[in-house]
Structure formats: structure tokens, C-alpha cells
């Protein structure tokens, strides 16, 4: 059970569940191609080849810890979202205390679906969280359940 589930208040129900993009393993992958052409281009590169690879080999270790704990839910009360294994960032706010969500993308970011949602409570409150997965439909569904509520 994760963090959502464990956070449940009485009658509340999980409507939509989602989760970092993979594009997150895309820097770590990219930083091991490279590692591995200084290492095609000879022993004198050998040392710059193996510190990109131990480089990247902890960037992608540090991306599958954020990809694995990360969790992004919408119930029928409030949004909760929690980043993070060791250094934990978590949300949760009541439907009722949400003035917008935003949702920005760039252009890899509509052609892969990912994007940083922003999330504007009451208060002047804004919470953003980068790459995750279909972002608009995220807002979709808490707009969804913000017109069912009301």
C-alpha cells in the first residue's frame, strides 16, 4: 500500500492515480551514450568515460527512487501527492480549497504527454510538480470531481 491509500479519510475513493513520466530516466540515459563514445575514442579518454558513467549510473538510480515514490492522486474529496523517499514532499488539499490547476508543456513535452502541473489552493498557494504523465488529465479529472462536489 502507498502513501495515497494509507491517507484515505472515511468514504473517500481513489478516482484517477498518476505517476512520473518516464522521460525522467531520459538525462541518465542520455549522459551513458555520451560515456560510452569517450569510451569507443581511446584509453586517454578512459578516465573522463568512467566518471560519466559512474555520473550517470547515480542520476538514474537517484530517477528510479523519484519514479518509484512518487504517487499523484485524485479523490472524490482533495488531491493528495507525495514526492520522494528520504526527502518527503507531500500535498494534500481539499477539492473545495483548489482556485486552478495549471498545466504547462513544452513541445516534448505534448508530443511524449508529460508536463508540470500547478496547483493554486486558497491562500495564494502554489504547489508545482514537474514530468508527470498525462497532465491534462489530471486537471480533467479534478475538475470533474470539483463539478460533482459542488
Do not use: C
Not at 538525462?27 to 560515456?35: D, H, K, N, Q, Y
Amino acid at each position: 500500500m502507498g502513501y495515497i491509500d494509507n491517507n484515505l479519510m472515511n468514504g473517500e475513493q481513489i478516482v484517477y492515480r498518476a505517476k512520473l513520466h518516464w522521460i525522467v530516466f531520459a538525462g541518465p540515459i542520455i549522459l551513458f551514450l555520451i560515456a560510452s563514445m569517450y569510451l569507443i575514442g581511446g584509453k586517454s579518454l578512459l578516465p573522463i568515460s568512467s566518471l560519466l558513467f559512474l555520473i550517470s549510473i547515480i542520476w538514474a538510480i537517484s530517477a528510479f527512487i523519484s519514479f518509484k515514490t512518487s504517487e499523484f492522486g485524485v479523490t472524490n474529496k482533495r488531491i493528495l501527492i507525495k514526492v520522494g523517499l528520504i526527502r518527503r514532499s507531500s500535498l494534500e488539499t481539499l477539492l473545495t480549497k483548489i482556485e486552478g490547476i495549471q498545466v504547462d508543456q513544452g513541445i516534448m513535452g505534448r508530443m511524449l504527454n508529460y508536463g508540470t502541473i500547478l496547483i493554486k489552493g486558497t491562500g495564494g498557494t502554489n504547489n508545482p510538480f514537474h514530468k508527470i504523465e498525462a497532465p491534462l488529465e489530471f486537471r480533467k479529472k479534478v475538475q470533474e470531481q470539483i463539478a460533482i462536489n459542488k
